[in-house]
Structure formats: C-alpha cells, structure tokens
C-alpha cells in the first residue's frame, strides 16, 4: 500500500508569489489533513477535509491560503501571496474513516519564502 | 501556555539503555495519545496511540498514560542506534469531528554505539 506522497519536495519562491502543495492520500482515506511546522515551532494543524468538505479549517492562518480536494483524492494548498512568514514544512497526513486516532502523514513539503 | 509540553532535549543514551520520553498537557479533553518517530527530513510515523490511562506495550516499546495527571510517557528497552530520530507525543479529543492532533515539539534522541 503507497503511502501520503506530497510534491513538490522543496519549493523556493520570492514574497509576493504563489505557491501550490500538493497531497496525495492513502488510496481508500477519506480524512486528509494539512499540518505546518515553522522554525522551531511545533507542527500546528491547519485543516480536515472528509472527502471534498472542509470539515475543520480552524487552523488556517488567515486569507491567504486556500485549500481544496476536488472529487475527494487529491488535495492542494495554494498559498497566495506568499509571506516570509509561510517558510516552513507543510505535512499532509491521512486517515480512514473509522480509525481517525491512526493519522499517517507525507515527507512534508518544505517551502523557503525569500 | 502551551497545551502540550514536551522537553526538546537533546537526549543521548548509551545503546541498550532503557529511554524515557515524556509529555505533559493541560487540556482534559484529550483523550487519544499518540507517539510519532521522525527521522531527519522525513514525515512523522506513527508508533503508537493509547486511549485509557495506563500501559501499552508494542515490542520494545511502551506507551503510558497518567490522565489523572495529564502526563504520557513513551519507553523504548533495549535502545539501538536505529531508534535516533526525534519523538513528537500528539494528542486529540475524542469528539466527533474534531480530529486535529495537538504536537509536542519532539525531543531528538541520539543512541549512542
């Protein structure tokens, strides 16, 4: 079984840019979730999808980041304009419907805002 | 405050030693504990989740829950050089819907050969 796979692996934009994350689930999760962890923070919660509904999205940081999961697979993060604050890595983690205790998360894309 | 406290170490042990890592939170409304392994550059994998207080064993590992006093522990016997990575302790409420975990922010473990 293929595990969470996020692409890109590493993004480096200027302030001002747009980015967009990409997740991938576990085939069959319909839980997707996006954590960011910033420099010497810990990972923080932005958001839960249950299929294509926003289930939670009371950790976004404000207007600037957009998330959707259209048809309920795939998901992305657009993040627009970026800010020198938005540097961080972006973790998506996944779960099956009656085992949301069991959250596998991606390699994380690590984005540098410069 | 933060919600979940975690010491950041660094922690280096002898191989074979017995590692005690440990977390402590203020919110009684978690319920579910978990314990991830990250190694440098990786994503978080989950190596256990306990939802009463008291012991879990998976190998050599432990996880321990004192919800009285809101304190998780997670014991790996027989330590390897394989084990260093840094240990996020996570936790969540049992509510329905509310499935965001809450991290600590890891204590990097180094086993020394």
């Known amino acids: 079984e293929a595990g969470v796979t996020q692409f890109p692996s590493h993004s480096v934009i200027e302030k001002g840019q747009t980015v967009t994350l990409r997740c991938d689930p576990i085939s069959g999760h319909d839980n997707l979730y996006w954590y960011r962890r910033v420099m010497g923070k810990e990972i923080k919660f932005l958001l839960h999808f249950v299929k294509e509904s926003k289930q939670d999205e009371s950790g976004m940081p404000n207007n600037r980041f957009l998330a959707e999961r259209t048809g309920g697979t795939y998901s992305t993060l657009k993040v627009q304009p970026a800010e020198l604050e938005d540097s961080g890595v972006y973790f998506c983690?996944?779960?099956?419907?009656?085992?949301?205790?069991?959250?596998?998360f991606g390699p994380g894309t690590r984005l540098t805002v410069t | 405050q933060k919600e979940v406290e975690q010491d950041p170490g660094p922690l280096s042990v002898p191989e074979g030693a017995i590692v005690s890592l440990n977390c402590t939170y203020s919110?009684?409304?978690?319920?579910?504990f978990m314990w991830y392994r990250q190694y440098s550059r990786k994503g978080p994998e989950l190596l256990m989740y306990?939802?009463?207080?008291g012991n879990k064993e998976d190998g050599r590992f432990t996880a321990q829950v004192d919800k009285s006093s809101k304190y998780i522990s997670l014991f790996i016997r027989d330590s390897q050089p394989s084990d260093s990575a840094t240990y996020l302790c996570?936790?969540?409420?049992?509510?329905?819907?509310?499935?965001?975990?809450?991290f600590g922010t890891g204590t990097r473990l180094t086993i020394i050969p």
């Open positions: 919110n009684s409304a978690f319920q579910y």
């Open positions: 306990t939802y009463s207080s």
């Open positions: 996570a936790m969540r409420s049992s509510n329905f819907g509310n499935e965001k975990l809450t």
């Open positions: 983690a996944s779960s099956h419907w009656d085992r949301t205790y069991e959250q596998y």
